[in-house]
């Protein structure tokens, strides 16, 4: 095995689950080195009741490990305690449990995005390539014995995740200014949400000025857009055009996907209006999704034909995604 070349070596390593790479690691010196850089996943995964951001500053300190992140996975997931005290399930079964994570989350999450945080630590994470924020996938893990099966499968129910719409909205500006801090160092290609607030893009011109500089370097988009008739309905033009502010700025994508969650389907015309203005187009865009809205056929058809030097699939309506009441 001694003789063996570097690269045969790694290739060994990249098969080998936590438990063998720790052992091969113990054979001799050599191995040890070798192996060190796959103790880490290049995903890096946060949960709402752990201290994860402390850890990943401190990986992004450690010169053996900080190159090895690429994806960061943010998951924001609350449990709606108004829905679940109506459960009785709930009541009877998980409340000593969900009082635990609760409380954790409550210590933990309110600081998980800190702005100055996260601008350091993204400044030390060179290969960091893809951020992805849930609110919709699970926070608790079936290997935590601390965590019942019930409390995972209450999940299943869309009325049990929380949207805290203002601290969701704070978290993810947080993350794109630390993404704009450091955009001369950092290429961040790929950027997701599962569960985004529309009134994240009415916001004030100087934060937006900051927002959109962080899509310059984007390939890949994918947003679900929940849209609220309150708070939304008033600001909805001027949020149109901040996302199309944004969507200019990202002039190398290569996927994008535009869904809305809602009581009902969105008007995407003052979307579409802002692009027609200059008939601006996306000249690398390979793939288009976009759903849970309506526009005029006109519209749609113009959008569409300045896309079609480059564009090879486009998905179009669908019933959208069910509002979480």
Known sequence: MET???ELRRAILTHLPISD???????????????????????????????DTLHLKGIS???????????????????NEYSGRHNSYFLQYLMEAYEYFKQLTQKYLPTSCDEDTLTGIFAKLPNLTTLEVSLIRCPFTNSDPKVPDLLTNIWNFPSTRLLPRVAT??????????VSANSSALSITTISHDRLPFEFFFQNPKKMAVISSAFKNLTSLTLLLEYSDLPNDTHATQAFFNLAKCLRAASLLRD??????????????????TFAEDEFAFHDLSTLQLQGMITSETSLLDFLVRQKASLTKVTLGGEGVKAVR
């Open 4 to 6: 063996l070349p570097n």
């Open 61 to 79: 300190s450690h010169p053996a490990f900080n190159h090895r992140i690429q994806v960061i996975h943010f998951n924001h997931g609350e449990v």
């Open 21 to 51: 790479l720790k052992s091969i690691r113990q054979t001799s010196k050599s191995w040890a080195l070798l192996g060190q850089e796959y103790l880490l996943s290049p995903i890096f995964r946060t949960l709402p009741h752990r201290p």
């Open 256 to 273: 994008l996907s535009l869904r809305f969650q809602g009581r009902r389907k969105i008007d995407i015309a003052p979307l579409l209006a």
């Open 169 to 178: 909205v704070e978290r993810m500006t947080s993350i794109l200014h630390a």
